[in-house]
């Protein structure tokens, strides 16, 4: 049967990694349903994926106070109208606030979608006040939701873990065990990401001969610290087994470098990649103390990862050895990481979370 409600989604940029959820959610909902966003995020990144404007609508995003704040340009007529908006959670977006309030006082259906806590007290005190103006919170994670409901009661809460694959391609990665070769890690290459500690760790693994010199240390991404990670390869004499991709989205592709994986590995804050990971049956070696995504929810240790010290190159290195020596127990353990990611952590078990929302709030 033909979706009859307008659904819209309010976004501050398009990402290439959220389109398989946008794509679904344009499929179940047909014409009714849209997505309104910009060019880039808070700070300059992430952006959103050229791909976006094929499908949804591109507006302008304005920043000011240092970037601190968003507003964006003529959203009033885009977000009075539809049954249910989806707004971006985010209380820095100021244009959502005034879109939110006009919502509530014409009687329209108003949903938040984003991080459930805020940082300060007063952060936490105008979020409340910007739930009360909405019809219900979809959070990103289970914790994150108990603690909404626990601390406002009447708020309809609904959780969709994130998530950047499909249901179909929660499948193990095909790989012959001796072919298991490389350290990986996917991701931006900048320093909150810690990526420099990864090689740092990687080169005192080979100096001290913790695994077999055959392994590789691969990254799979591009950013600012590419250029000083090449340089320090090359001075400590590792160049020849150490591999930069760049970007890469194709998921076919991103297969073959996962086929090959002992392990992923976090060096910093973990983020979508932890998910990725787990979704072709890859383990992931994360730095435990870190300011984390929601992500890490995802991330049970001795299932599917396991943690080392932060900011120690050393304990990294130890940790990756320790990796590379139950490379077996990792192997034998894919299909069933696989399979929990497929029923945990996919595109589908988003969507359908969002489809739910919408359909309690219009009752």
């Known amino acids: 049967m033909e979706e009859t409600k307008s659904v819209v989604l309010q976004q501050a940029i398009i990402p290439d990694y959220r389109m398989g959820l946008f794509v679904r959610l344009r499929e179940h909902y047909g014409s009714k349903f849209q997505i309104f966003a910009g060019d880039s995020d808070f ?24 970037s601190r704040f968003l507003w964006q340009k003529a959203m ?9 908006v ?42 409340g006040f910007y739930f009360r103006l909405s019809d219900g919170v979809v959070a990103y994670t289970e914790s994150q939701g108990q603690s909404l409901r626990i601390r406002y009661p009447w708020l309809k809460v609904w959780v969709a873990p994130n998530s950047c694959v499909s ?28 990526v420099s500690l990864l090689l740092e760790g990687f080169i005192y693994a080979r100096e001290k001969s913790l695994f077999p010199g055959s392994v590789r240390l691969v990254f799979v991404g591009d950013g600012a ?30 297969r073959e470098y996962y ?19 787990f979704s072709f049956g890859i383990p992931m070696l994360i ?11 995802a991330c049970k240790e001795g299932f599917n990862a396991c943690f080392f010290p932060s900011d120690d190159a050393v304990a990294l290195a130890e940790a990756l050895s320790k990796m590379v020596e139950n490379k077996s127990q990792w192997f034998t353990a894919r299909a069933e990481v696989s399979k929990w990611t497929r029923e945990h952590y996919s595109f589908e078990v988003m969507r359908d979370t969002f489809i739910r929302a919408v359909n309690e709030v219009t009752v």
Request: net charge positive.
């Open 43 to 66: 700070g300059g990144t992430p952006v959103s994926t050229k791909v976006a404007w094929d499908h949804f609508e591109h507006v302008k995003n304005v920043y000011f106070l240092g």
């Open 76 to 84: 009033f007529k885009h977000l009075h109208k539809p049954d249910v």
């Open 86 to 127: 989806i707004f971006n959670a985010n209380i820095r977006i100021t244009s959502n606030i005034v879109s939110i309030l006009i919502r509530k006082l014409t009687g329209r259906r108003s949903i938040l979608w984003g991080h459930a806590t805020g940082k300060s007290r007063a952060a936490s005190m105008l979020r």
């Open 167 to 194: 249901a179909n391609d929660c499948v193990p990665v095909e790989s012959i065990l001796s072919e298991m070769d490389s350290i990986l890690y996917v991701g931006r290459l900048v320093e909150a990401k810690k």
């Open 225 to 254: 610290e590419r250029a000083r990670l090449e340089n320090r390869a090359a001075e400590a004499g590792v160049s020849d087994v150490v591999c930069f991709k760049g970007h890469v989205s194709d998921v076919s592709k991103l």
């Open 259 to 277: 086929s090959r994986a002992v392990c992923s590995v976090s060096p910093g804050y973990v983020g979508l990649s932890a998910t990725q990971s």
């Open 287 to 297: 730095a435990r103390d870190e300011f984390h995504s929601p992500e890490i929810e």
